[in-house]
């Protein structure tokens, strides 16, 4: 099983010093980020969009062509891209850019997000919300598998007889579908034959078995190989030193996104109590040693039959210091351990799973 990581740039202003890193200095972090993850044998870094001051990253694409030079290895995505305000034809051009500049490591994660933003601020009508985002999924897995490509639609202008350039490195662009737990999503996604990744930022990752039993049984219904698609899990959580080191570090800013969710949204404030039991034995929350989080990923990973599974270890801005340090682990630690429990594909292979 391959390991990852994923980001969305978050830079609010830390809980314990009131500091907030400039917009310059968090895509700064994220590259020296991506590098040493890279260095470390780590196989994908994915970040994701957010048109928020919160967050640095509202266009992935454009830092990860800059880690395309800075890397040789690691799979580069979105994580995701929220699709139901892009135009699929620019999307497509931006991420074959990438995938040419990285040699055929791009990867595009199409998803609806969790944040609603992006549709005023590009005229998107939330009216629309499932239609906007299956027809454009649509649209987009056609421009990859049909060259040229005559299509019409309702949400932008028709296609006739269309050349759209570049053209991926390999036969495909590694497009992914990314869902939050909704069966039907699941379901399509396996029809379409497309990699599946899970978004698990609460509850028990367990839960997220039936899913992927769904995504694969609907892959098999829609005449794809179910041996050939590949399913994603993630968590959030922080590797450390020791295990309560890793709580201990990772609760505040775990804490001010709950706080940030509860006035945003109506949430109750969890105490720390709370968190505590979340993140006992990294059962919800995986914060904690190399050896206790390897056996939470190895446990969930062998229940689900994940082939990757990617942690968000920068949540709400945990400082760059720490994040690498976790970074460290996962590749020197972590990996071989799960390496060793469940023996990763090759290269190749990976990448004909996905696509």
């Not at 995701?80 to 497509?92: I, Q």
């Not at 036969?171 to 579908?177: C, E, F, K, P």
């Amino acid at each position: 099983m391959e390991l990852g990581i994923y980001s969305f740039g978050d830079r609010p202003a830390d809980p314990i010093s009131g500091e907030q890193v400039s917009v310059a200095d968090a895509y700064a972090n994220t590259l020296e980020r991506i590098k040493l993850a890279d260095d470390a044998g780590i196989s994908f870094y994915g970040l994701g969009e957010h048109h928020l001051a919160n967050y640095a990253i509202s266009n992935p694409g454009t830092v990860l062509a800059a880690a395309s030079s800075i890397t040789s290895h690691i799979g580069l995505g979105s994580a995701v891209t929220v699709l139901s305000t892009e135009d699929p034809v620019r999307l497509y051009q931006q991420f074959t850019t990438l995938d040419q500049l990285s040699r055929g490591r791009a990867e595009l994660l199409a998803g609806r997000g969790s944040f609603i933003e992006s549709f005023p601020l590009f005229g998107a009508d939330l009216d629309e919300y499932e239609a906007l985002y299956e027809e454009k999924l649509d649209l987009l897995v056609a421009i990859d598998r049909d060259q040229p490509l005559t299509w019409s639609g309702r949400f932008r202008p028709p296609l006739a007889d269309a050349t759209i350039l570049p053209r991926p490195y390999g036969d495909h662009l590694r497009i992914s579908v990314g869902t939050g737990g909704n069966p039907a999503s699941s379901a399509r996604t396996g029809l379409r034959g497309l990699p599946v990744v899970y978004a698990v930022i609460g509850g028990e990752p367990e839960r997220f078995a039936p899913l992927v039993d769904l995504y694969r049984r609907a892959s098999a219904q829609g005449g794809h190989d179910p041996a050939t698609q590949h399913v994603t899990m993630s968590a959030i959580g922080l590797i450390a030193d020791t295990s309560q080191g890793a709580k201990d570090a990772f609760y505040p800013y775990w804490n001010e996104t709950m706080k940030y969710g509860a006035a945003a949204r109506g949430w109750s404030v969890p105490s720390r109590g709370d968190y505590d039991e979340m993140a006992r034995g990294a059962q919800m929350i995986f914060a904690g040693s190399p050896s206790e989080v390897a056996e939470r990923i190895i446990s969930v990973g062998s229940l689900v039959g994940a082939d990757r599974y990617a942690m968000q270890m920068d949540w709400s801005g945990v400082p760059h210091a720490t994040v690498m340090r976790a970074i460290e682990l996962l590749g020197s630690e972590v990996l071989p351990q799960v390496r060793a429990a469940l023996p990763a594909a090759t290269a190749a292979a990976s990448v004909a799973a996905a696509r």
